[in-house]
C-alpha cells in the first residue's frame, strides 16, 4: 500500500479563496475583517510566524494592524497594546504571538483578550465553550486538522482516533474537539502522552493516529495498522550536512515506512501547517461575521 499524500497546502488554497471571496462579501456592507498583531521581542520564528499570517491575510483583503514591543517590555506595557486593540471597532481578532519571552506573563496576557476577540482560542471562555460545545472560536491547527481530514474524505464519526501528545495548543483541544456530536467530532478517542505505557498498543488500533508530541520518529511503523490515516502534526528541526542550511524539517512520523503501510498521510512539511494560519483567517472572518449581523 502507499499512503495518499493529503495535502495541506492544496487544501489551505481552496478554503482562503472561499474566506476571500466571503470577506469581499462583507468589505462590500462597509465591514472589513481586521486583525491586531502583537509581537513581543525578536525571537526570528516568531517574527517569521507573523510576517507569513500579514502576507495571508492581505491576500484575503483582511486588515491588519501590527504593533511590535521590546523583549524588555512589562507586562503593563502589553496589557495596554490588548486593551487598545480590544476597544477598537476595526480589529475583530486580536493575535499575541507565542511565546513570550517571560513565559510567566502569557496567561495573563491571554486572559486580558475580549473573548469576542480570541481568535486564537486560547481564552479560558473560549475553552470552555469548547469543551461544552457550544459556538466559540476553535484552536486553529485542531480546527485545521479536522477540516484536513473532512475535506480529503476521511470521517471521524464512528472512528478511533489515537492522539499522541496533550499540549495544550494541539492535543487537548483535539482530543475534545473530536469527541463532540457535530460534523467534524463523534469519534471515539484515545490520548496517549510521554506517560503512556506501550504507546503501540493504542495506535495499533486506531483508523485515525495523529501525531502531536513534538518528538521526531514517535510513531514508526510497526505502531500503525494497514490502512489507517496519519496525521503528523510534529515540526522537527534535525541535523542534515547535505542541505545548504545543515538542516531539514521532519515530523514526529517516520514518514517513509509508514507511508508504505496507511491510507493517507500529510507531509511535514507541507501538511497541516498551511492550515494553521488559514483557520485563523478563517476566525477572523467569523467574528467579523458576528459584528456584521450575519
Do not use: W
Not at 516568531?46 to 507586562?75: H, N
Not at 479536522?146 to 478511533?160: E, N, Q, V
Not at 488559514?278 to 467574528?287: D, V
Amino acid at each position: 500500500m502507499t499512503a495518499k499524500i493529503l495535502d495541506g497546502k492544496l487544501i489551505a488554497q481552496q478554503m482562503r479563496a472561499e474566506i476571500k471571496a466571503a470577506a469581499d462579501e462583507l468589505k462590500a456592507r462597509g465591514v472589513t475583517p481586521g486583525l491586531g498583531v502583537l509581537l513581543v521581542g525578536d525571537n526570528p520564528a516568531s517574527r517569521s510566524y507573523v510576517t507569513a499570517k500579514e502576507k495571508a491575510l492581505a491576500e484575503a483583503g483582511m486588515y491588519s494592524e501590527e504593533v511590535r514591543l521590546p523583549a524588555t517590555a512589562s507586562q503593563d506595557e502589553i496589557l495596554g497594546v490588548v486593551r487598545v486593540f480590544n476597544a477598537n471597532p476595526l480589529i475583530h481578532g486580536i493575535l499575541v504571538q507565542l511565546p513570550l519571552p517571560d513565559s510567566k506573563m502569557e496567561a495573563a496576557v491571554i486572559e486580558a483578550i475580549d473573548p469576542a476577540k480570541d481568535v486564537d482560542g486560547f481564552h479560558p471562555v473560549s475553552v470552555g465553550k469548547m469543551m461544552l460545545g457550544l459556538p466559540t472560536f476553535l484552536p486553529c491547527t485542531p480546527h485545521g486538522i479536522l477540516h484536513i481530514l473532512k475535506r480529503s474524505g476521511y470521517t471521524t464519526d464512528g472512528a478511533h482516533v489515537v492522539v499522541v501528545g496533550r499540549s495544550n495548543i494541539v492535543g487537548r483541544p483535539l482530543v475534545n474537539m473530536l469527541s463532540l456530536k457535530n460534523a467534524l467530532g463523534n469519534a471515539t478517542v484515545t490520548m496517549c502522552h510521554t506517560r503512556t505505557k506501550d504507546v503501540g498498543h493504542f495506535t495499533r488500533q486506531a483508523d485515525i493516529v495523529i501525531a502531536a508530541a513534538g518528538k521526531p520518529n514517535t510513531i514508526t511503523a510497526d505502531m500503525v495498522r494497514e490502512g489507517a490515516v496519519v496525521i503528523d502534526v510534529g515540526v522537527n528541526r534535525i541535523s542534515d550536512p547535505a542541505t545548504k542550511t545543515g538542516y531539514r524539517l521532519v515530523g514526529d512520523v517516520d514518514f517513509a515506512p509508514v507511508a508504505a503501510k496507511a491510507a493517507a498521510i500529510t507531509p511535514v512539511p507541507g501538511g497541516v501547517g498551511p492550515m494553521t494560519i488559514t483557520m485563523l483567517l478563517f476566525n477572523t472572518l467569523e467574528s467579523a461575521r458576528r459584528v456584521a449581523g450575519g
